[in-house]
């Protein structure tokens, strides 16, 4: 049986490769972590595995973090070191996992990105008469200006569209039922659409995006047509449906400094879960106050 920390890691490693099978990727990921432990474990004059405990994996999991791993890279390292362990367990070198109720520090919550209002009008500025073009125009138009999820988009039906009212009936999460204002850059978009989607349509279906087939749009081919418009159009960046929706709460919340009305406009159950626009809005207001207050200018 091994006896050296090393040892022991290079067993582990081929029980990976042979047993586990994971991608080169991950079992280089493996690799850094557990050679980050064994560099601790040196420091720590830890020679004997069977001598490491939960103290020693909650101090290295802090060290990592002092000394700039990110919250998630910590997640990741203390996963690995438990794989490990787990490993020592099941081949008797050691009793008891110490890494088992070891957590990492909280990772900070991802701020939604957004587009600007110029490139928005960038990706919407789309003259194609092509049916298509109409379609997907009207698909991106309606999703930013009524901040629609990506399920409400393909799941939407003719009877849901009121125009006359520049309304338009969504079907949420949980069955919960919305009632959205449409603008009237969308209303038009959805116009013209409506004028050309009788030559596609087939049978009896009700979507309002339907593809070349006739038939409703999945999701993926949502998010592939919005790739596509976001590429010719020159925008440089990756979009994808649900950015429509983050753009349209950063922008009316920016403007309007309504964070319930907000909220109803995104259909959200909790006000906690709108907040997180109110970071994006201060980032903005941040950037302003840096470049014009005078005491905020750098010497």
């Given at each position: ?111 939604p990105a957004a587009l600007d209002p110029d ?35 393909v799941g939407l039906d003719t009877a849901d ?93 920016e403007s309007s400094r309504d964070l319930r ?39």
């Open positions: 049986m091994p006896s050296s920390i090393a040892d022991w890691l290079a067993r582990f490693r081929r029980h990976l490769a042979t047993e586990r099978r994971l991608s080169a990727h991950t079992d280089s990921n493996y690799a850094r972590d557990l050679a980050a432990l064994a560099r601790y474990c040196d420091t720590e004059r830890i020679a004997d595995l069977a001598h490491l405990d939960s103290q020693h994996v909650r101090l290295f999991a802090a060290r990592s973090h002092a000394a700039g791993l990110a919250p998630r890279s910590v997640q990741r390292r203390l996963s690995a070191v438990r794989s490990f362990c787990n490993f020592l367990v099941r081949e008797g070198a050691i009793t008891a996992n110490p890494a088992l109720d070891i957590k990492a520090p909280r990772a900070g919550k991802r701020l490139r928005v009008n960038q990706l919407l500025n789309i003259s194609a008469a092509d049916p298509l073009a109409l379609r997907d125009r009207a698909l991106m138009e309606l999703a930013y200006s009524s901040g629609l999820r990506l399920a409400e988009i569209l009121h125009l006359a009212d520049r309304t338009v009936r969504v079907h949420g999460k949980g069955g919960k039922t919305r009632i959205l204002p449409v603008g009237r850059p969308a209303l038009a978009a959805l116009t013209a659409w409506l004028a050309a989607r009788s030559g596609f349509a087939k049978g009896d279906t009700q979507a309002v995006f339907i593809g070349r087939n006739g038939r409703r749009m999945g999701a993926r081919a949502v998010q592939l047509r919005v790739a596509y418009w976001a590429r010719r159009q020159g925008l440089g960046v990756h979009v994808h449906p649900h950015l429509f929706r983050h753009s349209f709460a950063t922008h009316l919340l009305g907000v909220q109803e406009l995104l259909g959200h159950a909790d006000i906690s879960t709108t907040q997180v626009y109110t970071h994006l809005d201060f980032q903005h207001l941040a950037r302003i106050y840096d470049a014009a207050h005078p005491r905020a200018r750098r010497k």
